[in-house]
């Protein structure tokens, strides 16, 4: 039995179709001691995601490429935007893990937010198959959970 709730999927789903209000809402309701769990979630579909974007073409160029397209996405949103914080995120969350040590939780969950917005809509739509994403991390981290144990 997972700790995964129907409010942390929900609030993934609205970042993916980038309801910002949605998932504000929803952030500033969760209780505390749910945080975890959320983010536990969070990676899991920030990993899936970027494992299907990547697939086997996962490389120093195409991370650096792929965070250009990411600035240039946030560019006019007044949202920060740290290049290599996003590089050093993806980097760490790809193998890289020496790089968790230099970036904040900010970052990561920052970095996390916007893939996962980028990566969860097609043009401007949701993209048909978010669910099977959802679904797969909720395995993934019903596994991590066992794994803790």
Known sequence: MTTIKPVHRDLVEAIAARNLIKAR???EAMPPEEHQAYSQYLSAVFSLLLDDFFGTGLSRDSIAGFAN???EDYRDSGV???RLAVEGVIRASAGETS???DLTSEDIVSTQVMVIGKLGT???AVRPD???FLDEAEVMVAEWEQEDQ
């Open 25 to 27: 809402e929803l952030n």
């Open 69 to 71: 397209q990411l600035r």
């Open 80 to 82: 920060p935007f740290n």
């Open 99 to 101: 790089l968790f040590e």
């Open 122 to 124: 097609q043009g401007t």
């Open 130 to 132: 978010l669910d099977r």
